[in-house]
């Protein structure tokens, strides 16, 4: 009797291993302060905000399917009316955009050779443009054009003094509320210190990225039963500051309350707890495994998806001293 015991009992013993050892998850979800929490939780609070902010990793092939999952999840969610808006998509391109949302004009053949789309637009972001297409969303471009962050960090703020009127309808009006302090912009003026083909104004550019994400955001925020889906790369995200406090201060400027929500998805070997170093970067926190599979090649630091990739040696030369290998170099990102 005690042998069979005791072989049911190292039964059950291999058989709880090997479950635990098959059980894979793709991602955890954390709270701010790194409890545990759920998806569902996370679609709530989104819910009942204004505008939901999702950071994400670029490459990383599960944040976009969540970003996915979130849209649809968030369709008619408390009778609010859904808008999104991405990065990925340059103020230039609102045009096109607009047209093919809305089936008019525009053929998808054309939209695809006309818009600026990021390398892995067809595997990450044309689920999302075709979500919206099908249920006729409103999707806001939200970048910079490129050319212009790239000439700020040439030539600083004052450059785009120079521009004209219709040129600056398509970024934050001057003057934006720039913080030099701000950890974000910080830590990028301490990066590229001792780099010169980066460009001494890296963090004013970045800033211009926030400001002009943010100024079109709250732009299409004019009433109660808007709920806003921002997806961009959790750098600009991250610790409510980048875009989330270039938003609010515009929120203040204007005088009417917003409530605000992000999201974070970070990479760690351990799913099990949220790491200190990643706690608090936002609201919830999507933990994804470091092994990962990508959807393209990792690139150098501050190099932006439309970039060569890393196996470009070309692209990853340490000096740059002509103006056009200048103007490439102050158009890299850090997110």
Known sequence: ?????????????????????????????FTSKGKSTNYNAMVKESGVVDVVFFGELHDNPICHWMELQLAKDLLNYNGKQLVLGAEMFETDNQLLLNEYVTRQIIR??????????????????????????????????????????????L???????????????????????????LACYKNIGDAVKGMPHMGANLAKSQAMKDATMAWFIQKSIYHDSILFLHFNGAYH?????????????????????????????????????????NQGKADFIIVI????????????????????????????????????KQEAAADDDDD
């Open 237 to 277: 995200s991250d610790n409510h500051e980048g875009v989330v406090w270039m938003l609010n201060q515009y929120i203040r400027r204007g005088s009417y309350a917003q409530k605000i929500l992000t999201i974070s998805c970070v990479e760690q070997k351990d799913l099990d707890d949220l790491e200190p170093s």
């Open 289 to 324: 495994p470091s092994d990962m599979t990508k959807t393209y090649a990792t690139e150098p630091m501050f190099m932006s998806p439309a970039k060569p990739s890393a196996d470009d040696k070309s692209a990853i030369k340490p000096k740059a001293k002509s103006k056009e």
């Open 1 to 29: 009797m005690k042998r069979s015991i005791l072989l049911i009992s190292l039964f059950l013993t291999c058989a709880l291993l090997s479950g635990a050892a098959s059980n894979k998850p793709a991602y955890r979800i």
């Open 108 to 153: 998808k053949k054309d939209f695809d050779a006309e818009a600026k789309l990021w390398p892995n637009y067809k595997t990450d972001y044309s689920p999302i443009l075709e979500f919206a297409r099908e249920n006729s969303l409103k999707f806001v471009a939200t970048s910079i054009p490129r050319r212009f962050a790239a000439m700020v960090n």
């Open 155 to 181: 030539n600083d703020f004052e450059f785009l003094d120079t521009l004209m009127a219709n040129e600056r309808g398509l970024m934050a009006p001057r003057p934006i509320p720039y913080d030099s302090t």
